[in-house]
């Protein structure tokens, strides 16, 4: 049976520091050697019939641990999710600290948590932005303006003052587990497209006036606002009780009219509704 424990750090991150005993790792070694030897076909065998010593030499060691993690480790944090109460909101990011053949292993598993927000006075800062307006630049829903697009044109002005001063006046802390992996998708990209118009790193960043470091340091803000954002919107539409029902749904996908992407649509409805309680959240804002 393993051995676990568990230190709650900052920004609702959460470390586990696990210890496999060797006669775990073992039992578990023979039960993935057994299921990637019954999918083995092997040279004048027929599949999975390939002898034992046949079977260790065509699969090899190394397929073998990594069929021994891919099954042992989700079963354990699932395990440990159940018992500790973990509400993850990514993939744990699981490195193997010590993982040598015969010995028991040592891991640590890092687990990012929804972030905890105090929404006491979001009213008192949405209204005090509001009231730093100048009256003229307000939009107000069920005011009518002579030109439509300066009435949407205010309304957005006033949306991200809203958001601004939420981001200012709460306190949130996004945990770094979820920049880090937003941060290395992002920059992946980048180098892609760098890749792909024939440029090394160091000339692009010249071209632009910036280094890697800025860029990194700016990509990390600006996910940090991103995230803080969607779950101070999440967080509004809880204390608020906004839901989304059926008829809102069907709305929207009677709006679609090709019938593949109709059709697509309902099956992501998740998606879909997600969008509209942050929609909901975000009509609540501008209509306090």
């Keep these: 049976m393993y051995k676990y424990e568990k230190k709650n750090l900052a920004k609702s991150t959460v470390e ?161 587990l979820i920049v880090e992996e937003e941060l290395n998708s992002r920059l992946a990209r980048l180098l892609d497209d760098i890749q792909k118009i024939g440029l090394t790193v160091d000339a692009y960043f010249k071209s632009k006036g910036t280094t890697l470091d800025e860029t990194k340091k700016r990509y990390s803000t600006e996910i940090e606002d991103t995230y803080k954002i969607e779950f101070i919107l999440s967080e509004i539409a809880d204390k608020e009780g906004i839901k989304v029902e059926q008829a809102d749904l069907d709305k929207l996908f009677n709006n679609i009219s090709d019938e593949k992407e109709k059709n697509q649509a309902k099956q992501n409805a998740y998606f879909y509704a997600s969008i509209l309680r942050k929609q909901k959240a975000l009509d609540l804002i501008l209509g306090l």
Excluded: H
């Excluded at 509001?130 to 303006?145: H, N």
């Design 16 to 176: 586990i520091f696990l210890t496999l005993p060797k006669a775990d790792i073992e039992k578990q070694y023979i039960k993935s050697f057994d299921k990637l030897a019954a999918e083995l076909t092997a040279p004048g065998f027929r599949p999975g019939k390939a002898p034992k010593n046949i079977a260790e030499k065509q699969i090899g060691k190394e397929a073998v641990y990594q069929e021994l993690i891919k099954s042992l480790l989700p079963e354990i944090y699932s395990d440990l999710v159940k018992k500790e109460g973990l509400k993850p909101i990514v993939n744990p990011k699981i490195e193997l600290l010590k993982a040598k053949e015969g010995e028991d292993w040592e891991i640590k598993i890092t687990v990012a948590e929804k972030p905890v927000i105090d929404l006491t006075n979001y009213r008192e800062i949405i209204k005090k932005v509001k009231a730093e307006q100048k009256k003229e630049d307000i939009w107000v829903p069920g005011k009518s303006e002579k030109k439509p697009e300066k009435n949407e044109e205010n309304k957005q002005k006033l949306l991200n003052e809203l958001l601004s001063g939420l981001l200012k006046g709460l306190k949130i802390e996004i945990p770094e």
